[in-house]
T-cell receptor, first 118, second 112 residues
Framework: GNSVTQMEGPVTLSEEAFLTINCTYT??????LFWYVQYPGEGLQLLLK?????DKGSNKGFEATYRKETTSFHLEKGSVQVSDSAVYFC?????????????????FGQGTILTVHP | ETGVTQSPTHLIKTRGQQVTLRCSSQ?????VSWYQQALGQGPQFIFQ???????GRGNFPPRFSGLQFPNYSSELNVNALELDDSALYLC???????????FGSGTRLTVV
């Protein structure tokens, strides 16, 4: 079955440091890949996505490139801020076919806690 | 454009009870998915509804059931609550065939 593996956390950085959170996946076919962010006490917010190999998703200074050859989708940011402190989830979506219809579901990694200090 | 809204935000139930959680999908979205997020874990897929029909299900027991209404809002019902059902329950809406999912803020269920 599909799976997503994220680097172990928590990650603690100083403001303006470079961020990398590793994500690798196992899937059949050609899934779409996502990064979601979750702030304390809140639901999930889409940070960025990529739908095919070599696509780069970007948003708010964060970037991730869909690497099919290494089955990876690592999240990077050149200069983190205190406000980036949150939990980050890597996820993939594929389509399943059942009963004449298709449905998509997200498979998530376990999450990486990021804390940025001033 | 309204987002996904869930109610209630917090809930405390006793083991063995039943609970109903509600979700209003984002305007224009016809598909609703439910996820369970245990503390410190990533969300796990429970099931998905498209135009009032369930068309996908994860590895959850039958006591987890749901409905989708003509306006595409949805309910998640859990019977015979167990302590391990304590979690954040997230609803996500999307367009069928699309790859974008919009999540609500979730319902925090505590079973005591």
């Amino acid at each position: 079955g599909n799976s997503v593996t994220q680097m172990e956390g928590p990650v603690t950085l100083s403001e303006e440091a470079f961020l990398t959170i590793n994500c690798t996946y196992t899937a059949t076919g050609y899934p779409s890949l996502f990064w979601y962010v979750q702030y304390p006490g809140e639901g999930l917010q889409l940070l960025l996505k990529a739908t095919k190999a070599d696509d780069k998703g970007s948003n708010k200074g964060f970037e991730a490139t869909y690497r099919k050859e290494t089955t990876s989708f690592h999240l990077e940011k050149g200069s983190v801020q205190v406000s980036d402190s949150a939990v980050y989830f890597c996820a993939l979506s594929d389509r399943k076919y059942a009963g004449g219809t298709s449905y998509g579901k997200l498979t998530f990694g376990q999450g990486t806690i990021l804390t940025v200090h001033p | 454009e309204t987002g996904v809204t869930q109610s209630p935000t917090h809930l405390i139930k006793t083991r063995g009870q039943q609970v109903t959680l509600r979700c209003s999908s984002q305007s224009g979205h016809n598909t609703v998915s439910w996820y369970q997020q245990a503390l410190g874990q990533g969300p796990q897929f429970i099931f998905q509804y498209y135009r009032e029909e369930k068309n996908g299900r994860g590895n959850f027991p039958p006591r987890f059931s749901g409905l989708q209404f003509p306006n595409y809002s949805s309910e998640l019902n859990v019977n015979a609550l167990e302590l391990d059902d304590s979690a954040l329950y997230l609803c996500a809406s999307s367009l069928a065939g699309g790859s974008g999912y919009t999540f609500g803020s979730g319902t925090r269920l505590t079973v005591v």
